[in-house]
């Protein structure tokens, strides 16, 4: 299955996801009214929409995201880690 390089809630949010030229590199053009940006992360994607991971919404635009960029999928901490101080 492809996944679609357009996330839409149509009058609210708009975001493409947008191949560099050469490099195969990629960035996101995201709008919402009255206001856009182009992230070059999906962290900063998500600090501009500002859609809170509990509404359904909120659920959608990161599991799109996870989809589009498997890498970008937040990672759990495992018991290997180790705090140094």
Do not use: H
């Not at 999906?42 to 799109?64: D, I």
């Amino acid at each position: 299955m492809t996944v679609p390089d357009e996330f839409v809630v149509p009058g609210a949010l708009k975001i493409e996801r947008v191949k560099f030229s050469g490099n195969g590199g990629f960035y996101y053009l995201a709008w919402q009214p009255l206001m856009s940006c182009i992230c070059k992360d999906s962290k900063q994607l998500l600090k501009f929409c500002k859609w809170p991971a509990s509404t359904p919404t909120g659920k959608r635009l990161r599991e799109w995201i996870a989809e589009v960029v498997p890498e970008a999928a937040e990672v759990e901490p495992t018991a290997d880690t180790k705090t140094i101080i």
